[in-house]
């Protein structure tokens, strides 16, 4: 509907064989088919190289969220790669913060990540938030591929942050961090499940 986001947390460009013959752009196509509000990196959306993934986002409809230090990495003289986007939905102005995975450069050959370094999440959050404070949201939303533990620390330091959604693992699950009043979910692999948070 028009009050929904669909998001992804990363590692949707490799890993299927449409995605891996397509060096990803098979996926990407799928994803502005179906609307994708964000998605964020993962690191296996590095296999075919810094590079390759600049031309998937270019390539695509929706943002890619991420360190803007990838820029630096690719010597891009226009912006590319953002940490953060706000949207205004249904008169409710949200933001979504795109944790970049810091296994990225240990996942990666070194030329893949075009000497790319990430930040631990936390550090990463604390860089944004600021930001986004000044952009006078009502809703914060973090997604990245990272650990429920990562997320979990995410929303234990930050009570701005109304939910977080993760990276897949082998049994979806749904936790409650710190007071039990901020949702951390876990995403579904290679779009075999959509998750739904209300």
Do not use: W
């Not at 695509?60 to 205004?88: G, Q, S, W």
């Not at 979504?96 to 000497?115: E, H, K, M, S």
């Amino acid at each position: 509907t028009d009050a929904s986001l669909l998001l992804d947390c990363g590692d949707f460009g490799y890993g299927s064989y449409e995605g891996d013959s397509s060096h990803g752009r098979l996926a990407v196509r799928f994803m502005n088919r179906a609307g994708y509000d964000a998605a964020t990196m993962g690191g296996r959306d590095f296999c075919g190289g810094a590079q390759n993934l600049e031309a998937q986002a270019r390539g695509a409809t929706f943002p890619f969220l991420c360190d803007p230090m990838l820029d630096v990495a690719l010597n891009r003289p226009v912006a590319l790669f953002r940490p953060y986007i706000t949207k205004d939905v249904k008169g409710i102005r949200v933001a979504i913060v795109g944790i970049t995975d810091p296994l990225i450069p240990l996942l990666n050959i070194r030329d893949n990540v075009a000497g790319f370094t990430v930040d631990e999440p936390l550090r990463q959050m604390a860089r944004y938030l600021p930001l986004v404070r000044g952009e006078s949201v009502a809703v914060v939303i973090v997604i990245g591929h990272i650990t429920p533990r990562e997320g979990c620390a995410i929303a234990d330091s930050f009570p701005d942050v109304n939910l977080v959604i993760c990276a897949s693992q082998p049994r979806p699950e749904l936790r409650l961090a710190g007071r039990a009043s901020t949702p951390v979910l876990v995403a579904g692999a290679y779009g075999q499940r959509l998750g739904v948070a209300d």
